[in-house]
């Protein structure tokens, strides 16, 4: 059951690391350029502090997704799990990183989101003009990545409560945090 749970969980990482790379890729080099009132305006992430701080966000998560999926795919190959009884602080580091995560894309995401929905909508109290009715293509691009972030969010739920399984399965139903024997 071990073995199928790291492979499943394996999957799972691969998945974010694509989808996270490709809502970092989505944004980063999104860019379009518009002349408005004679004057040449460039449209990209740099412009907006959320989505800026979304690519390095999903980059460094997607980093760390590497890693974990490198200790999946090495616990998988090996048809055995590496989170053993004797290194339930390793399982317990990676628990609380997977949580931490998921709880910073999510952050990000709907941080971009909401400046995504002001470039539609633009605010009149703030005198903020709408963006995205002179530059389509750009909140299109904008948008198509944060539904990817949105579903690496899911998945990178899923892979918290499998980090969740792996240490609470090391611990006595019966006995309060003590080990199962052996």
Do not use: H
């Not at 609380?96 to 998921?102: G, H, I, S």
């Not at 969010?153 to 024997?181: D, E, H, W």
Request: proline share 1%; aromatic share 12%.
């Amino acid at each position: 059951m071990g073995a199928s749970i790291t492979k499943v969980e394996a999957l799972f990482r691969a998945c974010v690391v694509v989808l996270l790379v490709l809502t970092a890729c989505l944004v980063g080099t999104n860019a379009q350029t518009k002349v408005i009132a004679y004057i040449t305006k460039k449209a990209t992430y740099r412009d907006l502090t959320a989505l800026e701080s979304l690519v390095y966000i999903d980059v460094a998560v997607a980093a760390y997704s590497l890693l974990q999926l490198s200790r999946c795919t090495i616990s998988a190959w090996f048809c055995k799990t590496i989170i053993s009884y004797e290194q339930k602080n390793l399982a317990w580091v990676c628990f609380l990183l997977d949580q931490a995560v998921a709880y910073v894309v999510f952050a990000a995401n709907t941080a971009a989101l909401q400046a995504a929905m002001l470039a539609i909508t633009g605010s009149k109290a703030l005198q903020w003009m709408k963006l995205c009715n002179r530059y389509k293509r750009f909140c299109f691009q904008i948008g198509g990545s944060l539904f990817c972030g949105y579903v690496a969010c899911f998945l990178l739920v899923v892979i918290s409560c499998t980090s969740a399984f792996n240490v609470f399965r090391l611990y006595s139903p019966t006995k309060f945090m003590q080990l199962k024997q052996k």
